[in-house]
């Protein structure tokens, strides 16, 4: 799971706007792969290193930098792999 926090991280930093959510998913090519995404959204929204958003129900879901993404995303201890 770290590797897909760290490969969000890098996906992230290059956007300045909120990025959809079938944008990130669009390279992903096992179950494995998406499940360890969808886990690594979630961890980085607890951390609040992004916020989630969806407008409309069943509507597109938006992933966007909190405003805190760089302080989070350096703080080693707070994104390391817990689920070895």
């Not at 969808?38 to 951390?47: D, G, I, T």
């Amino acid at each position: 799971m770290s590797q897909m926090i760290d490969y969000l991280r890098r996906r992230l930093t290059l956007e300045d706007k909120p990025v959809r959510l079938k944008r990130l998913l669009r390279n992903v090519n096992s179950r494995q792969a998406l499940v360890c995404m969808f886990l690594a959204l979630l961890e980085l929204v607890r951390l609040q290193a992004v916020q989630l958003r969806q407008d409309l129900l069943f509507g597109e879901i938006l992933v966007r930098k909190h405003t805190h993404f760089e302080e989070v995303m350096t703080e080693h201890a707070a994104v390391r792999d817990d689920w070895r």
